[in-house]
């Protein structure tokens, strides 16, 4: 059994994916996703892959969650955590939901477009028939840093 990471260290992954998506095409955001196991265990890390992909649905949460269910050969990902290091955006907040990921820790806010808590608060809808625990907040300076730096990039080309 693996000891559970704290959600500072398990932050750290997903920054660090996010990172190598920013080094495989400078194009594609740089956002990370890790999705962990009750026991601790690392499932599945993802970076977004839009761009490489040519696919609009590649984000890093919906990866990250694809390679989880395939690791665990179920869909229904009861008892995991997933870490992203920005809010995710209703594509992945409902995919969340589906999934039925325990607790979602989030690095940035995304007041533009974020979906579990910010503009829409999908992920804790009493509406839907699940619910996730959410922790905002997460080495919210650097994740945030990661994506300023990134846009600012993209407006000095």
Known sequence: M???????????????????AADRDPAD??????????????????GNRREVDEDPTAHAEILALREAARVT????????????????CTMCAGAIVLARVQRLVVGAADPKAGAAGSLY??????????????????????????LREFFRARRRR
Do not use: F, K, Y
């Open 2 to 20: 693996t000891h559970p990471l704290t959600d500072d260290a398990l932050m750290g992954l997903a920054l660090e994916q996010a990172r190598a």
């Open 29 to 46: 955001v740089p956002i990370g996703a890790v999705v962990l196991a009750a026991d601790g265990q690392v499932l599945a890390a993802a």
């Open 121 to 146: 608060d999908l992920v804790r809808e009493p509406r839907l028939n699940h619910r996730v625990q959410l922790t905002t907040g997460v080495r919210a300076p650097e994740c945030g840093d990661l």
């Open 73 to 88: 050969g179920r869909w229904n990902l009861s008892g995991v955590t997933l870490a992203v290091t920005l809010e995710p």
